[in-house]
């Protein structure tokens, strides 16, 4: 389906029959699906783009000959270019998602440029993703981390970044948008002010990409990371942006082949990027899907993705706000993809667990967050994470299953 660049265009009705997944029922409900910020469900497109790959060209890239190798290779290169494309890049290295990028970055860029005592500051709202990778990395070189807390409200300010780092800041890796919260943190501010003391930023865009226009090159960030599962297409693609330069200037993390100019027994030269980072066999149909996804979504138009799942939010926010018992955790001024709450006296487990009976997915838990749910003074909460193709009257079924959950529960 295609829409007019007009933002007041979005058809959620038409979108939805685009997503098979949409038009099934759970526990006899219709399914309310809000557990966008964990994945989003595959439209036709992506879907028949994928199952095009496995029936008429199923066949390995780079190294063949043949016919269907060849159309293999135009197809996975092709779709590199257009998901660079879609983020304002010149090319990609294909990840089996965000972890795996941020991974790659503290492995082979921060392996040989990190020394001990260097500071790698991120910030309290990170995703595990973001977190772990440079503790790891802090075990093996000695950096140290450092962490840039966030106000009562969740919110990340720029003058608190400023005032954490310091003369041994080397990385500064932050989240655009917070998974657990919904925070749109100042992301361009802070890759801005890093730039201008010599500091190297890392964007993890994982819950950006989904809701709203990404250019790489005006967001003037070193790496920005992406997963393509939270993007509408499928699960274990997903990618590293990162310029020629600072690419070619690390060394490969993982070795084999494809990833190889020439291999003796005395040594190896490596493969220009990005393909000096794509050790193996890549996951050829991932990315040909992932290709048809930003097709999708390009159609749509991300201003209108935006202004869409702004209004959802606040209608949501307002419904909850309404609703006695309910707390929401996280109260950013700019607020994407998600709503944290909890119910008085019971645990987000079973209130995730209640919804479900209603046909209402969401997802209850710590949100692979746990620093920024400890933050809030919390273990787990409950998240609402709708998305442009959801309706109004999905939040107001979405509001009368949390006040009958709580009813029943008492
Ligand atoms: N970063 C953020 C902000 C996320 O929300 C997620 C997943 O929820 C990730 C990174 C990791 O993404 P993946 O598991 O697709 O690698």
Same mark, same amino acid.
């Given at each position: ?7 007041? #265009? ?66 996975y290169e ?12 010149? #090319? ?41 990778? /440079?503790? %790891?990395?802090?075990?093996? $070189? ?22 954490? +780092? ?7 890796? %932050? ?15 802070? $890759? ?12 993890? @865009? ?31 693609? @997903? @990618? ?12 490969? /993390?993982?070795?084999?082949?494809? %990833?190889?100019?020439?291999? #003796? ?30 097709? /999708?979504? #390009? ?5 209108? +993705? ?8 606040? *209608?949501?926010? *307002?419904?909850?706000?309404? +609703?006695?018992?309910?707390? +929401? ?38 949100h692979c967050a746990q ?23 999905? %939040? ?15």
């Open positions: 389906m295609t829409h007019s660049p007009a933002n007041d #265009s979005l058809n959620p009705t038409a979108v939805r029959l685009d997503i098979p997944a949409l038009s099934r029922s759970v526990h006899g409900k219709p399914l309310v699906y809000l557990d966008n910020a964990a994945t989003t469900p595959r439209p036709k497109a992506v879907i028949e783009a994928m199952n095009r790959y496995e029936m008429e060209y199923p066949a390995n890239v780079h190294r063949g000959v043949h016919t269907l190798s060849g159309e293999a290779t135009h197809a092709d779709a590199r270019r257009r998901i660079a494309s879609f983020l304002g890049a010149d #090319s990609l290295v294909f990840t089996r998602g965000a972890t795996e990028a941020i991974n790659l970055v503290a492995n082979a860029w921060g392996t040989c440029h990190l020394k001990e005592g260097d500071e790698v500051l991120i910030s309290a709202l990170e995703h595990h993703a973001n977190i772990v990778p /440079w503790q %790891m990395l802090s075990a093996t $070189c000695g950096c140290v981390l450092k962490v840039a807390d966030v106000d009562d409200a969740g919110e990340l300010h720029v003058e608190t970044v400023l005032d954490a +780092i310091s003369e041994k800041t080397r990385l500064i890796a %932050m989240t655009g948008v917070s998974n657990a919260l919904g925070t749109v943190t100042p992301i361009a501010n802070i $890759c801005e002010a890093a730039k201008a003391r010599g500091i190297t930023t890392l964007v993890d @865009g994982a819950q950006m990409v989904p809701h709203m226009s990404v250019d790489f090159a005006a967001l003037g960030c070193d790496f920005f990371t992406f997963s393509g599962h939270k993007m509408y297409g499928p699960t274990g693609i @997903g @990618g590293l942006l990162a310029g020629k330069d600072t690419l070619d200037n690390m060394p490969p /993390w993982q070795g084999g082949g494809d %990833m190889i100019e020439t291999v #003796s027994f005395e040594g190896s030269t490596w493969n220009t990027v990005p393909w000096k980072f794509e050790a193996g066999t890549p996951n050829i149909g991932g990315a040909i899907g992932l290709g048809a996804a930003v097709d /999708w979504l #390009s159609n749509i138009g991300m201003e209108n +993705i935006a202004a869409r799942e702004k209004n959802l939010l606040d *209608n949501m926010v *307002n419904r909850l706000d309404g +609703i006695e018992r309910v707390e +929401i955790v996280g109260r950013p001024a700019n607020r994407s993809g998600a709503i944290s709450f909890l119910i008085e006296g019971m645990h987000p487990a079973d209130v995730g667990a209640m919804l479900d009976r209603h046909g209402v997915a969401i997802r209850a838990g710590h620093p920024i749910l400890h933050r809030m003074g919390h273990q787990s909460t409950a998240r609402l994470a709708p998305a442009f193709f959801n309706t109004e009257d999905e %939040m107001e079924t979405t509001e009368a299953a949390i006040r009958r959950v709580i009813d029943v529960f008492g």
